[in-house]
């Protein structure tokens, strides 16, 4: 009889425990139903909004080479001046001049441009800059470095004088004088030699009666300065 009542007590026992073990589950799918499933879903959304953020982000930091420019000189004694370039087809090239932009102009087909521009006296420092039919840019390109001096450069004579004479053995002469920094000399189409003081001279070797003389300072622009001397050589 004991027994009985044991086998039944154990019987409800496992009966209350499947219950409760159902019960539990069916809490579960609801916790899981009611706010699993749309945080999953949000955590997904989430996740490829990250992706996409990251792509897009990852397409406007795409490198635009800045523009290459090219020029003839480096100094000129013209105001006005050609520079020309090469970059990507289809860009807008912005032109800047110590550090102002000065102009714009479209790439050819085969990535080519051209610029006319105006310089200022003294150092001018030119730089480029690409810009995309999207509107990205290029990093400012290496810069090109051109001097504008219209003025003559100085040219002093010290010796020898004009009309000067030499007799006998005074058939070679010493040609002296000073000039400006940068500057080149030549006299009758040789080159003197300049120190760093900008001191130049030249030995000439006289000839029988009067020689001339033609002395031509030019510096890196153009600017020349030209004077002649006449001086005579009675051996």
Not at 2 to 29: A, F, M, P
Not at 83 to 100: C, F, H, V
Not at 162 to 191: A, M, Y
């Amino acid at each position: 009889m004991n027994i009985s009542r044991l086998s039944r007590k154990s019987e409800k026992q496992k009966i209350k425990s499947l219950v409760l073990s159902v019960l539990g589950i069916l809490i579960v799918l609801f916790v899981l139903i009611k706010f699993g499933i749309p945080l999953l879903v949000n955590l997904s959304l989430f996740v490829s909004g990250t992706k996409n953020q990251e792509s897009t982000s990852h397409n406007t930091t795409v490198f635009i080479p800045p523009p290459i420019l090219n020029s003839e000189y480096n100094a000129t004694n013209s105001a006005q001046i050609k520079i020309s370039g090469s970059s990507s087809p289809n860009q807008t090239i912005d032109l800047y001049l110590n550090g102002n932009l000065v102009d714009k102009t479209e790439t050819k087909a085969d990535g080519s441009f051209s610029f006319e521009t105006l310089l200022v006296t003294g150092e001018n420092i030119i730089r480029a800059k690409a810009i995309t039919s999207d509107g990205r840019e290029s990093n400012l390109s290496e810069s090109l470095t051109i001097t504008f001096k219209s003025d003559a450069p100085s040219l002093e004579i010290k010796s020898p004088t004009d009309g000067q004479s030499f007799l006998k053995d005074q058939n070679l002469v010493e040609i002296k004088g000073t000039t400006d920094p940068h500057v080149r000399v030549t006299i009758n189409n040789f080159w003197a030699i300049i120190d760093e003081n900008n001191n130049f001279f030249y030995t000439l070797a006289l000839k029988d009666g009067e020689n001339e003389i033609k002395i031509v300072a030019q510096d890196q622009a153009g600017n020349k300065t030209e004077k002649t001397l006449r001086v005579t050589y009675s051996p």
